[in-house]
T-cell receptor, first 118, second 113 residues
Framework: NAGVTQTPKFRILKIGQSMTLQCTQD?????MYWYRQDPGMGLKLIYY???????DKGEVPNGYNVSRSTTEDFPLRLELAAPSQTSVYFC?????????????????FGPGTRLTVL | GENVEQHPSTLSVQEGDSAVIKCTYS??????FPWYKQELGKRPQLIID?????GEKKDQRIAVTLNKTAKHFSLHITETQPEDSAVYFC????????????FGTGTRLQVTL
């Protein structure tokens, strides 16, 4: 299993541009999450999804949109990039049903996308 | 919503000494408390977690304790090694609600020789 993968790894945007951050997991996890991590800070939840077709806002959703058309993919859309969106973005997933080895709440993180908005 | 506070923000210990990082949380409904280690430029990696029906959990040199009455939990690392140097994050969530994690602001641990 590749686990959670994210593309791109790095991106520089100009103010007002738009882009989509891609996230894919191959572990058949129901739950997926998007976090942002500002320098020297913890992670803040942007959006999450409990399954295909179901998404909900987290702590800091303004300026972002998500969709979940399949179990595997959970893209994050920035419509009008602003300097305040400069951050590292992490996607994560966790299973609905746990196993002996992996409890249901364990979140697995992707490698992150470092985004700079100038 | 949940609020998690983490202390200290930086911690320097000598190799072989112990390190303790403390977190408090605000939501009494929270019942899942993971700890993540993040090396520079890398993703957070789960190192240990604890649930509210347990007061203490240990995994080799790492242990976590939970006091639900006082709403605080702590990470203990014994016999620290240089490879333990990283940023450590605590988090809290309420299971049954997609386990939405609220993170602390992190502790930068430096293990010196």
């Amino acid at each position: 299993n590749a686990g959670v993968t994210q593309t791109p790894k790095f991106r520089i945007l100009k103010i007002g541009q738009s882009m989509t951050l891609q996230c894919t997991q191959d572990m058949n996890h129901n739950y997926m999450y998007w976090y942002r991590q500002d320098p020297g800070m913890g992670l803040k939840l942007i959006y999450y999804s409990v399954g295909a077709g179901i998404t909900d806002k987290g702590e800091v959703p303004n300026g972002y949109n998500v969709s979940r058309s399949t179990t595997e993919d959970f893209p994050l859309r920035l419509e009008l990039a602003a300097p305040s969106q400069t951050s590292v973005y992490f996607c994560a997933s966790s299973p609905l049903v746990g196993t002996w080895v992996v409890p249901p709440d364990t979140q697995y993180f992707g490698p992150g996308t470092r985004l700079t908005v100038l | 919503g949940e609020n998690v506070e983490q202390h200290p923000s930086t911690l320097s210990v000598q190799e072989g000494d112990s390190a303790v990082i403390k977190c408090t949380y605000s939501d009494s409904a929270s019942n899942y408390f993971p700890w993540y280690k993040q090396e520079l430029g890398k993703r957070p990696q789960l190192i240990i977690d604890i649930r509210s029906n347990v007061g203490e959990k240990k995994d080799q040199r790492i242990a976590v304790t939970l006091n639900k009455t006082a709403k605080h939990f702590s990470l203990h690392i014994t016999e620290t090694q240089p490879e333990d140097s990283a940023v450590y994050f605590c988090a809290a969530s309420s299971t049954g609600t997609a386990s939405k994690l609220t993170f602390g602001t992190g502790t930068r641990l430096q293990v010196t020789l």
